[in-house]
């Protein structure tokens, strides 16, 4: 069974700094790449970032290029994502994703974790 698990949000000042573990289970882990997605409250699902473990091939949503870094541990079967200079427009729901195909459009993905808050305060 695939399993994504996402942890590692918080409530955090602006300016500040954030890591988001998503930990993979049940599939090989180099046949799929994973995605980070978030949703606020009353707005759409946006793609923020993704990674392809086998290359290391990652993307980035213009939004968060210079601040999010992604980043995969074969060993541990995890991708993180380092969240810096976190503004308060950042506030929203992380999601981690699984699929075939490396992008940041959410309908590339057939797996997804469970949330987990983010939340940058002003």
């Known amino acids: 069974e695939v399993q994504l698990q996402a942890s590692g949000g918080g409530l955090v000042q602006a300016g500040g700094s954030l890591r988001l573990s998503c930990a993979a289970s049940g599939f090989i882990f180099d046949d799929y790449a994973i995605g980070w997605f978030r949703q606020a409250p009353g707005k759409e699902r946006e793609g923020v970032s993704c990674?392809?473990?086998?290359?290391?091939?990652?993307d980035y949503a213009e939004s968060v290029k210079g601040r999010f870094t992604i980043s995969s541990d074969d060993a541990k079967k995890t991708v993180y994502l380092q969240m810096n200079s976190l503004k308060p427009e950042d506030t929203a729901v992380y999601y981690c994703a699984g699929g075939f195909l490396l992008g940041i459009a959410s309908n590339l993905y057939d797996y997804w974790g469970q949330g987990t808050q983010v939340t940058v305060s002003s």
């Open positions: 990674i392809s473990p086998y290359d290391g091939s990652t």
